[in-house]
């Protein structure tokens, strides 16, 4: 199957809220594979369902994959809650949603996250550092949010301005 594309800022579906998953079908499984091929070929460490156009709670994560002597070992997160926050952590994050743009972000250091994984059974896992902070990443991504609506209103605009110049630019040709 061709790759899933990646939606992109400013797509109204990047700002959806996203619906819980019920039943573990065949089809979310598809979906899940296709999430982790895009997001290897991205190449990216995390990727959630409203990236790919699926407004419902689920996304995959691989912090270690791209470090020396890393190997793929995606998880997926299913119906994500996080039952504790703690700390500060401030990190320059990239989005596959938000081309050509980083920035600083303050997250929480430390986060308790539940989820359901492929199976249906309940994960319960506690994450600190860039874990951590992609985890929050994604988790946003289902509430409609990006890291862009979580930095000053001044670079925010500088951000929106650039982007749409780059839109007309490539409507252009
Ligand atoms: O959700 C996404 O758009 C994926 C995003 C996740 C993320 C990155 C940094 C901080 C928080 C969340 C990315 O993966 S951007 C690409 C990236 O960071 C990366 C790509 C290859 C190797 C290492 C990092
Ligand atoms: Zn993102």
Redesign the pocket.
């Known amino acids: 199957m061709a790759l899933r594309e990646i939606v992109q800022f400013p797509d109204p579906r990047l700002k959806e809220i996203s619906q819980p998953v019920g039943e573990i079908t065949e089809e979310i499984h598809q979906l899940v594979r296709d999430m982790c091929e895009a997001m290897y070929d991205e190449?990216?460490?995390?990727?959630?369902a409203p990236?790919v156009g699926e407004a419902i709670r689920l996304f995959v994560i691989d912090t270690e994959w791209?470090e020396e002597g890393g190997e793929r070992c995606p998880q997926v997160m299913i119906n994500p809650e996080f039952l504790h926050k703690e700390g500060k952590i401030v990190?320059e994050?990239?989005?596959?949603?938000v081309p050509d743009y980083t920035a600083d972000v303050e997250r929480a250091s430390r986060v308790t996250i539940r989820a359901q994984d492929l199976d249906g059974k309940e994960i319960v896992e506690e994450a600190e550092g860039?874990r951590a902070?992609?985890l929050q990443?994604?988790f946003d991504?289902l509430e409609g949010k990006l890291f862009i609506d979580r930095i000053s209103r001044l670079k925010r605009s500088l951000y929106v301005k650039k982007r749409k110049k780059q839109l007309a630019e490539e409507d252009e040709g």
């Open positions: 190449p990216g460490i995390g990727l959630a990236q791209s990190w994050e990239g989005c596959l949603s860039l902070v992609c990443h994604e991504h």
